[in-house]
């Protein structure tokens, strides 16, 4: 069965200081290789000075949903992950995964009743305390992340 090709991440300006557009396997052992990848750039072009540890959970959390339930750990599924920042703006994160999506809206909150007991769950919910906006787009099968800079909140 032939795969179907990746989209590439479209960015709206060429002044962006980091553009990264990659894949990964459905395997988690992929995932923080990946985040400490895009750390290292982040951190040495000063796109989200004071804001590293909030995108590096987002995206970690965000990688590993979209293993987990996008790819259901299938490792030749792929899923793809977008980065672009500039000092004005911050910086937005894209991942998308080949999944079947979801509906945000469905997923209980993991600080009410006996949620709060629950040992999942807790990702998108964590991503949306740590991020300026977090968009769900097509289906659910892709989240966009974005963190303004400290100076623009």
Same mark, same amino acid.
């Given at each position: ?8 991440? %479209? ?6 200081? /980091? ?8 395997? #988690? ?5 990946? *985040?400490?990848? /895009?750390? #290292?750039?982040? &951190? +040495?072009?000063?796109?989200? *000075? ?5 995108? %590096? ?13 996008? #790819? ?10 977008? !980065? ?9 994160? !894209? ?32 991503? &949306? ?7 769900? %787009?097509?289906?659910?099968? +892709? ?8 100076? &623009?909140?």
């Amino acid at each position: 069965m032939p795969r179907k090709p990746v989209v590439s991440c %479209e960015f709206y300006t060429k002044d962006l200081l /980091v553009r990264l557009d990659t894949t990964i396997p459905g395997d #988690t052992h992929a995932v923080q290789p990946l *985040v400490r990848k /895009v750390m #290292t750039v982040v &951190n +040495e072009m000063g796109c989200a *000075v004071g804001r590293e540890f909030e995108i %590096e959970q987002s995206m970690a959390e965000a990688l590993n949903n979209a293993i987990e339930h996008g #790819t259901k750990f299938d490792s030749s599924k792929r899923v793809q992950c977008c !980065v672009a920042c500039d000092h004005s703006r911050g910086i937005l994160i !894209v991942v998308r995964d080949p999944g079947p999506g979801f509906d945000p809206a469905s997923i209980p909150s993991p600080i009410t009743g006996s949620n709060i007991f629950s040992e999942g769950g807790r990702g998108i919910y964590l991503i &949306n305390q740590l991020m300026d906006e977090v968009r769900f %787009e097509k289906g659910g099968t +892709e989240i966009h992340m974005r963190m303004n800079p400290l100076d &623009n909140r």
